[in-house]
Nanobody, 124 residues
Framework: QVQLVESGGGLVQPGGSLRLSCAAS????????IGWFRQAPGKEREFVAS????????NYADSVRGRFIITRDDANKTVYLQMNSLKPEDTAVYYC?????????????????WGQGTQVTVSS
C-alpha cells in the first residue's frame, strides 16, 4: 500500500521555524521526484518546492526561496521541508507529493502520490 505521511506541522510565531517530514512507504522513493505543495483557506493549491530523483535539481516557489529547504533521505524513505523565517502568509495545509517525473510539479495538479497534509499556522 502506497503511503505518504506528513508530520511536523503546528503553530509557530512569525520569524520562527518548523521542519516538516514526509514518510514514504509502499514504493521505492529513490525512483521518484518529490515535492511539497500547500493550500491556504479559500485559495488554490500551490507549488512550494521540489527535488529531482537524483537530488541534483531543486526548485522553489519565489515566495519561499531563501527561507525553505527541501531535502530527501532515500535510505530512510523520508522527505523534509525545513521552513525558516516563517510569515503569516505561509499559513496553509502542506502536502507531500511524489512522481516519477519532476515535471509533474510544474502545475498545481502535482504528481502521482499525495499525503494527507499537515497544518502549519504562523501567528502571534
Amino acid at each position: 500500500q502506497v503511503q505518504l505521511v506528513e508530520s511536523g506541522g503546528g503553530l509557530v510565531q512569525p520569524g520562527g521555524s518548523l521542519r516538516l517530514s514526509c514518510a514514504a512507504s509502499g514504493f521505492s522513493l529513490d525512483n521518484y521526484a518529490i515535492g511539497w505543495f500547500r493550500q491556504a483557506p479559500g485559495k488554490e493549491r500551490e507549488f512550494v518546492a521540489s527535488k529531482s530523483r537524483s537530488g541534483a535539481n531543486t526548485n522553489y516557489a519565489d515566495s519561499v526561496r531563501g527561507r525553505f529547504i527541501i531535502t530527501r533521505d532515500d535510505a530512510n524513505k523520508t522527505v523534509y521541508l525545513q521552513m525558516n523565517s516563517l510569515k503569516p502568509e505561509d499559513t496553509a495545509v502542506y502536502y507531500c507529493n511524489a512522481d516519477p517525473s519532476v515535471l509533474a510539479f510544474f502545475t498545481a495538479r502535482g504528481g502521482k502520490y499525495w499525503g494527507q497534509g499537515t497544518q502549519v499556522t504562523v501567528s502571534s
